[in-house]
């Protein structure tokens, strides 16, 4: 009896190390699924936080933007003399290719002297505009591309008033 009692508890305790080395196995998978939840994690708080710092940087730049916006809108809504002052340096000299009746003295009285070209040499309505490019330079010339950016299919009469 004894011996059937030893066998049976050799049984038990075989059962009983088994059912341990598989709680064992069983405790490994745990630990490395929570190791590779924990490095998960790691990587995407380091993706957050990249996107968190791309996120800072597009509110600056779209902050610094509205500022130009602003100061652009601001320097838009200035008087036509105030205009006229700024670009009257950086109409070039001559009149239309004629460099005898002078220089004009201002965006006003450069327009002028642009109709009369064109009314003189009969330019079709749909050149004069470019015709008139040619003649801006410096600060002039970059309001004219800003001009044409705003009015792509702008005519002489609105570009003139505009100027």
């Keep these: 009896m004894s011996k059937t009692r030893s066998k049976v508890q050799e049984e038990h305790l075989k059962k009983i ?3 341990m ?10 630990i490395n699924k929570i190791d590779s939840s924990d490095l998960t994690l790691k990587v995407l708080e ?11 940087d597009i509110n600056k730049k779209y902050e610094t933007l509205v500022a130009m916006m602003a100061h652009i809108s601001g320097n838009m809504k200035e008087s036509k003399d105030k205009q006229a002052e700024s670009f009257a340096p950086h109409i070039r000299s001559g009149d239309f290719g004629s ?3 002078g220089t004009p003295q201002g965006p006003r009285e450069w327009v002028r002297k ?3 070209y064109f009314h003189i040499h009969q330019v079709a309505e749909e050149l004069k505009v470019g015709i008139a490019e040619m003649y801006l330079k410096g600060k002039a010339h970059i309001w004219f591309h800003g001009f044409v950016a705003s009015h792509p299919d702008a005519k002489w009469n609105l570009f003139a008033e505009d100027m």
Aim: glycine share 4%; aromatic share 4%.
């Design 17 to 19: 190390n088994r059912e």
């Design 21 to 30: 080395g598989e709680l064992s196995a069983s405790y490994r998978t745990v």
């Design 46 to 56: 380091n993706r957050q936080e990249k996107i968190d710092n791309i996120v800072t």
């Design 99 to 101: 460099n005898r009746v």
């Design 114 to 116: 642009a109709r009369k």
